[in-house]
């Protein structure tokens, strides 16, 4: 597929094609033409922007929206009106920025105490992740010498060579290394 017509399908012009190339969004392979070579372009990967920029939102370019801004705002009792007035004006901001800096402040302060609620959880978790480790490799030893004495039993009773009890003993029961 030419540039062309993968500009086209794609609805986009043939420089954003050569962008998206540039980008490496889009493989090129440069086949001989008349004059000069031609790039061609993989359809399948066309296809897959094409299903890609279908499935992104559409937002019209230089339309004023009509939609206000939906204000926040909640009722408070006069007097603390007038003290939060007070407060913004020690510092010298309004009161509307006051109090977002203030819900801003109460944000973080919960922010940090669940990040620090989950850095609780999580040295749990390790110290759970490190008595298991411990636990498995103890279990590990007590197989392994399991099948050693299996093996020295076998070889006891059956009087067979010691590499073909380490044999059986693997095959019948699992391996002893």
């Keep these: 597929m030419t540039q062309k017509e993968a500009a ?15 980008r490496g969004r889009l493989s090129v392979r440069y086949e001989p033409g008349k004059t000069r070579p031609v790039a061609v372009l993989d359809a399948n990967e066309v296809e897959t922007l094409r299903a890609e920029f279908c499935s992104r939102p559409v937002f019209l370019q230089g339309v004023k929206s009509t939609e206000q801004k939906q204000l926040f705002g909640f009722r408070m009792e006069p007097k603390d009106l007038v003290r939060l007035k007070d407060e913004a004006s020690k ?12 819900l801003q402040l109460s ?13 609780t959880e999580l040295n749990v978790l390790q110290q759970r992740v490190t008595l298991l480790e411990r636990t498995l490799s103890r279990f590990k030893i007590d197989v392994m010498n399991d099948l050693r004495e299996t093996t020295e039993v076998v070889l006891e009773f059956t009087g067979m060579e010691p590499s073909e009890a380490t044999l059986w003993v693997a095959k019948n029961l699992g391996s002893t290394e």
């Design 8 to 22: 086209n399908v794609l609805r986009i012009s043939v420089r954003s094609i050569q962008r998206l190339v540039k």
């Design 91 to 102: 510092y010298g901001i309004h009161v509307g920025a006051y109090v977002r800096l203030l």
């Design 107 to 119: 944000l973080d302060g919960a922010l940090q105490s669940k990040v620090g609620s989950l850095n």
